[in-house]
């Protein structure tokens, strides 16, 4: 089987930087995901590592360390609309390397101003 | 809108009750997925399909019966459920099973409410 582990809740200030953290167990892998999801909406896709190292998307980076299984999703400058839940997912391949992804419970980001 | 429709987006039904849940993708992907999410529970995996083909169901009770009659359209058929299903159901795509499996397309889900 498979499981993460990321914070339940994270605090920062608008403007501020926040970094989220994920570690994971899987008896494979074929990447490491991130989704957000506001109340009420649906997750959206932010970001993926397959490799190990930072991915940058504007605002946002993603880091992976396969060796260590675990990854990291960085959010900069941030803005009010970034209050959200955040999830970490893998695909672990489990299904002949494919099939659904699994998620993390979710980390809560309250930005205060 | 995120190319990813379902209806409806609020259900309530009795434990008696039959109804559907509908998913339709307008993004030409080949795989589509059902997720339940409940509160304070990660997203659970329940089917996956690709091109219409069944290629997981994560053990789930045979309540929930999911149909794909072809790549574009997903249902989630709803029979005598327990009031522990209350729950969100996500409906999602991605291009292919595979290196695309990792880019989910969600559509906005059904609040199903079992009383």
């Known amino acids: 089987g498979q499981s993460l582990e990321q914070p339940s809740e994270v605090t920062a200030v608008e403007g501020a930087i926040v970094q989220i953290n994920c570690t994971y167990q899987t008896s494979g892998f074929y990447g490491l995901s991130w989704y957000q999801q506001h109340d009420g909406g649906a997750p959206t896709f932010l970001s993926y590592n397959a490799l190990d190292g930072l991915e940058e998307t504007g605002r946002f980076s993603s880091f992976l360390s396969r060796s260590d299984s675990y990854g990291y999703l960085l959010l900069q400058e941030l803005q009010m609309k970034d209050s959200a839940s955040y999830f970490c997912a893998v695909r672990d391949g489990a299904g002949g390397g494919a099939d659904g992804l699994t998620f993390g419970k979710g980390t809560h980001l309250i930005i205060q101003p | 809108e995120t190319g990813v429709t379902q209806t409806p987006r609020h259900l309530v039904m009795g434990m008696t009750n039959k109804k559907s849940l509908k998913c339709e993708q307008h993004l030409g992907h080949n795989a589509m997925y059902w997720y339940k999410q409940s509160a304070k529970k990660p997203l659970e995996l329940m089917f996956v399909y690709n091109f219409k083909e069944q290629t997981e169901n994560n053990s789930v009770p045979s309540r929930f019966s999911p149909e794909c009659p072809n790549s574009s359209h997903l249902f989630l058929h709803l029979h005598t459920l327990q009031p522990e299903d209350s729950a969100l159901y996500l409906c999602?795509?991605?291009?292919?099973?595979?290196?695309?499996?990792?880019?989910?397309?969600f559509g906005a889900g059904s609040r199903l409410t079992v009383l």
């Open positions: 999602a795509s991605s291009p292919d099973r595979t290196s695309g499996a990792n880019v989910l397309t």
